[in-house]
Nanobody, 117 residues
């Protein structure tokens, strides 16, 4: 069973930091990229960042460049998203997923990040 468990969200003040974790199981971690997505109320799900376990190539959405850092620990099948200088507009439910997604893959419940002004 493919599982990707996101955790580490919480309530922080603007300018604060959080580190999200995504623990993966049930598939060959090294054969996939792992991506972070987020969805704010009333908005479409948005790609935040992605890292390839195979070659280390990294992508960031424009709104988070310079503030967020993605990393992976392949031995632990875990991807992290370090979020610094958080802004209220970062408030969303954050999800992690393997890329490409399989037909049976679930987004799960994600982890809530709330940034207060």
């Amino acid at each position: 069973e493919v599982q990707l468990q996101a955790s580490g969200g919480g309530l922080v003040q603007a300018g604060g930091s959080l580190r999200l974790s995504c623990v993966a199981s049930g598939f060959t971690f090294d054969d996939h990229a792992i991506g972070w997505f987020r969805q704010a109320p009333g908005k479409e799900r948005e790609g935040v960042s992605c890292i390839s376990a195979n070659n280390g190539k990294i992508y960031y959405g424009d709104s988070v460049k310079g503030r967020f850092t993605i990393s992976s620990d392949n031995a632990k099948n875990t991807v992290y998203l370090q979020m610094n200088n958080l802004k209220p507009e970062d408030t969303a439910v954050y999800y992690c997923t393997r890329l490409p997604r399989g037909r049976s893959d679930s987004w799960g419940q994600g982890t809530q990040v709330t940034v207060s002004s």
